[in-house]
């Protein structure tokens, strides 16, 4: 079992950054990929960018590739993982969620879910 917590949302204005952060806790937490994926009011959920258990290995969206940054902190109880994305733009706004499981583009890979931050990027 994982349990995931979220932090970091808010209101931004554009050009400014946001750096998202994904508590983790649980037995096999440090076995796990984590991804973040967002969806904006009315759509779908989307991929952000994922990173695998042990950290080597990263990928981005198109739509934040360049300007984000994903990494994880595995400490002996509790794990954090960072989103950063820098110059938002009004269509980052979005809830943002950290997701735990095989790492992929396909929020269906993924078996544990945060509750979401809202980030509001306003113009």
């Known amino acids: 079992q994982v349990r995931l917590v979220e932090s970091g949302g808010g209101l931004v204005h554009t050009g400014e950054s946001v750096r998202l952060s994904c508590y983790a806790s649980g037995p096999t937490f440090s076995r796990q990929g984590v991804g973040w994926f967002r969806q904006s009011s009315g759509g779908q959920r989307e991929f952000v960018a994922s990173?695998?258990?042990?950290?080597?290995?990263?990928?981005?969206s198109d739509f934040v590739k360049g300007r984000s940054a994903i990494s994880r902190d595995d400490g002996e109880k509790m794990a954090t993982v960072s989103l950063q994305i820098d110059s938002l733009k009004p269509e980052d706004t979005a809830v943002y969620y950290c997701?735990?499981?095989?790492?992929?583009?396909?929020?269906?890979?993924?078996?544990?879910w945060g509750q979401g931050t809202q980030v509001t990027v306003s113009s």
């Open positions: 990173i695998n258990f042990r950290g080597g290995y990263t990928d981005y």
């Open positions: 997701a735990a499981g095989v790492v992929g583009h396909d929020p269906r890979e993924y078996y544990w």
